[in-house]
């Protein structure tokens, strides 16, 4: 058996040893310093007035009543010097530092310093996907000096880097580049469907292709209609947002445009035609005419173009079609006959 434990290097009291209790008093002396050590400073000269118990790390290049014993631990007690050799795994308060340091068998580092864990929670539970959680009512990323940058990073274009809201863990909007290198805001009523509301690409330009617009048309004809005749579209060549055909209207003069979702539209109305009388042509919200109309105070020739802008409010599911308000000639088609409505 050694003299000493194999860790503090503690004295052991050995057999018929005399004056056992300078043994154990240097072993507690050692304990003293080891155990919940507190380190005041490294220094590489000893302090002149030590306070009692004081712990110190040698510095470099030790002098004085130091010299040669760099890297160890010098605990001042009974008005000397102890020296102890730290081994890997020693923990100590550095009290100047404010902070905990563990020694890894050659210096003394911070554990947190340059953390690497596999998961880390702050009032939560990790998991395998999500090894960092937290549980909070805020967060707070606040700058050092001047700027502060949150960057999410992913492998490849169609990969996903995003910011996703919740509501019940159930998914509501996401921020990102959601499988494309495009910035898209996207929503969903169930976390399942989802629509891309708004995208911004690499040119810097905002497109939102979920926002309803049409450009609708009906096939080439002319139609002789009298006051509340209604006509309506076969062809929608520019579509986007959700519009839709409603139910053949009266006299098989097509089908209005059903409106995707409520709020202020801009919109476009072209015909050619020619009043037999005064005479209007209005866009027709449910079967009933608007102020965004076309007027004739009496009959016109030849046929002319006529045309109307305006801003009308529609809801979600509204018929939108053309009412006669007096005797008309309508020419349709293409290159005739058009509705553009758009949502602001």
Known sequence: MTDTTPNLKLPYILP???????????????????????????????????????????????????????????????GAWIFLIPRAGWRAWFAAEGRTRVFDGSAWVDPLAMPVVDRLGVSATPDATN????????????????????KLNKQATADTASLLFQSNWSGRAEIGLLGTDTLQFKASADGSAWTVGLEIGGDGIARMPARPIVSATLGSATYTLASGNLVGF???????????????????????????????YLIALRANLQATGAASLAVAVNGVASNLRWNASAATSPVMTAGATGILSLSAGDAVALIAGGPLSLQTGPAAYELSLRLL
Request: aromatic share 6%; glycine share 10%.
């Open 16 to 78: 018929s040893q005399a004056l056992k209790h300078i043994t154990h008093n240097e072993a507690l002396q050692i304990l003293d310093a080891a155990s919940n050590a507190t380190i005041v400073a490294t220094l590489t000269a000893p302090p002149a007035t030590p306070a009692e118990g004081a712990l110190y790390l040698v510095g470099a290049s030790a002098t004085a009543a130091w010299s040669g014993k760099d890297g160890r631990l010098a605990f001042f007690i009974d």
């Open 131 to 150: 090894r960092l959680a937290i549980s909070s009512e805020a967060s707070l990323f606040n700058h050092a000096g001047h700027n502060h940058r949150l």
């Open 234 to 264: 076969d062809t929608m060549s520019l579509l986007q947002g959700g519009f839709a055909l409603g139910s053949t209207l009266a006299g098989g003069r097509g089908k209005p445009l059903i409106a995707p979702a409520a709020g202020l």
